[in-house]
């Protein structure tokens, strides 16, 4: 079989009516490749009096990863990094031993008619770097390697692929593409790392001939090559990556291969020893379920 297994996900509303499908983690598979976290928000028509903006909070043990295909958000972080993200540029953010960062609307576009639309993804890092210096890198639209492939746009995100490699530097072998098929155009996978899955983002999409409807994840068999057809013009991501070194532990914001680490970082925020970011003033509380001992 091609495709192992469906994830069908689930909605979550964060307020101001954006909605937001999430994939992993989920009950069949906890992550593909180092991808424990996936998220996908939007398209929407974001509201004039919307209030979509992620006050101060704190992660640990993984990378955050946002991609936009529409819209902008400005980003904070205790480093003291202020970045605007924008459509096609790829912001790789380490939380490492511990950062606390804000996503807010920038001025230019509050109160005025925008679109939002993107995927944000979490990478748990390896046991030996969990406790890694926190970092940021934003690798421009400009800098991520693109072809035509007979009917098909590739642009290659994070990894390598089809003789090109990303700039952005990961800490375990991951892959993250994201693709645009004409439609009648087929696109061979080739290569994959020891997991792999495809998403599509709009239009219709086959997967070795099964179709594979929109909201859906299709996790991959990697032992040989798979193909991917657009019925109509498509867009699809490609994720994927080495397994992970063991299980990981989840609460709220912190991921960590020992329970007791995120008990530690949740003790942390609530008494707010973290780093504040440079010029917030609030935060987003712990919530009130404590992590399980």
Known sequence: MSVTNLLKGHEKDLGGGLLVRRFLPSAVKQAVGPFIFFDHFGPLDVPLDADHDVRPHPHIGLATVTYLFEGAMDHRDSLGTVQRIEPGAINWMTAGSGIVHSERTPKDLIGKPHRTHGLQLWAALPVAHEEEAAAFHHTPA????????AGAKVRVLIGSAFGRTSPVKTFSQTLYLDVVLQAGHELVLDSLPAEAAVYPISGELEVDGAPLELHTMALL??????SV?????ARLVVIGGEPLDGHRFMYWNFVSS???????????WEAQRFAPVPGET??????AKKPAA
Request: charged residues 40%; without cysteine.
């Open 282 to 287: 609030d935060w987003i509380p712990l919530p």
């Open 229 to 233: 057809k657009a019925k109509s013009e």
């Open 258 to 268: 020992r329970k007791e680490r995120i008990s530690q970082a949740a003790e942390d």
């Open 221 to 226: 068999n990697t032992e040989g090559p798979q």
């Open 142 to 149: 400009a800098e991520i390697p693109e072809l035509d492939i």
